[in-house]
């Protein structure tokens, strides 16, 4: 299986704005109930929620554990990189993601889109 995405040449010095959009959230309670300690605070994102990146800064609002996760698939579709892992998504220039927390993942659709980066 080959990991590398292709990059179109023409796309790769013209950075292009990724929407990233919450999918799904998942929570595993009998996982949290047995091994997490408790916690006041977990996850403020919403199923349908939308941010947009802008290069490598994290959108506002994006946790850091997600943002580390999605940002190396952020910037290979902000340069042009698509079909990653050779034919895995329907639409060559998204990729579809979840955050590393194995009590709550989120899903993520990554989205490149036509607009420039600032």
């Known amino acids: 299986m080959k990991i590398t995405p292709s990059v179109r040449r ?5 950075m ?8 799904k959230k998942v929570c595993h309670q009998d996982l949290i109930d047995k091994y997490e300690n408790p916690l006041e605070h977990a996850c403020d994102v919403e199923e349908g929620q939308v941010f947009i990146a802008d290069g490598w800064k994290r959108p ?3 946790c850091e554990s997600a943002w580390e996760t999605l940002s190396p698939f ?19 220039r ?25």
């Open 74 to 92: 952020v910037m290979g579709l902000a340069h042009g990189a698509e079909d990653f892992y050779e034919g895995w998504m329907k639409n060559k």
């Open 16 to 23: 292009k704005k990724v929407r990233i959009t919450v999918m």
């Open 94 to 118: 998204s990729a579809m993601l979840s955050c590393n927390d194995g009590f709550r993942p989120v899903s993520f659709l990554l989205e490149t889109l036509d607009e420039e980066a600032d």
């Open 10 to 14: 023409e796309t790769y010095e013209h």
């Open 60 to 62: 506002e609002g994006l």
